[in-house]
């Protein structure tokens, strides 16, 4: 009995021993011609055996590279689309660059920071107060998500104080939301708990 794992590598394990025997049997086909129809059926194989493929973009093209991949380079056919070499798919894409911006403080997230800019520059009114309690209780839940135990009321006043340079501060009456559960009060998720 041979077992797979003494067989010869799978060039593309995703399409089974199988697709790969018969292409080594295309490639010893003789007459061209006949070659190519047994590609072409071979491809036809593999979208039945992939049908989900077809909603990818350019898939014909991807199927033939696979199909020249699978014969290692060697398989003789004239090709309907230009099949990508070897040195172009081994090739490393480049890294990406990371927008790299300080933040004051990194827990509560650039966006917040972004926000805080904002709140600012906005007039003062109900509207202010609105957002300022609200960003609060948001800053509250990030510093919560981030370290539980750092967690304190105050400090999130004064970074809220600090982020927008002592324009934007929590009025006297004001009452953090509660967090303890994730969610703050009057939330959708926090309804759900109560309901059951």
């Given at each position: 009995m041979t077992y797979n794992t003494q067989r010869e590598k799978l060039i593309l394990p995703e399409y089974g021993r199988t697709i790969q025997e018969m292409v080594d049997i295309c490639m010893s086909i003789?007459?061209?011609?006949?070659?190519?129809?047994?590609?072409?059926?071979?491809?036809?194989?593999?979208?039945?055996?992939?049908?989900?493929?077809?909603?990818?973009p350019d898939y014909e093209q991807k199927l033939w590279d696979q199909l020249a991949i699978l014969s290692n380079y060697k398989l003789d056919i004239d090709y309907p689309y230009e099949v990508l070499k070897a040195e172009e798919i081994a090739e490393?894409?480049?890294p990406l660059k990371y927008p790299m911006q300080r933040i004051r403080?990194?827990?509560?997230?650039?966006?917040?920071?972004?926000?805080?800019?904002?709140?600012?520059e906005m007039p003062e009114g109900e509207d202010r107060e609105r957002?300022?309690?609200?960003?609060?209780n948001f800053m509250k839940r990030s510093l919560y998500n981030w370290n539980r135990d750092a967690m304190d009321e105050r400090k999130v006043a004064a970074d809220?104080?600090?982020?927008?340079?002592?324009?934007?501060?929590?009025?006297?009456?004001?009452?953090?939301?509660?967090v303890s559960n994730g969610h703050l009060p009057g939330s959708n998720a926090s309804k759900k708990k109560r309901k059951r």
């Open positions: 003789e007459d061209r011609a006949q070659r190519q129809q047994c590609a072409e059926s071979i491809i036809a194989i593999m979208v039945t055996m992939n049908p989900s493929v077809r909603q990818q490393r894409p480049k403080y990194r827990h509560y997230g650039h966006l917040t920071e972004a926000f805080m800019k904002e709140l600012k957002l300022t309690s609200m960003m609060a809220l104080s600090s982020y927008t340079d002592g324009q934007a501060a929590l009025s006297e009456d004001f009452h953090f939301a509660s």
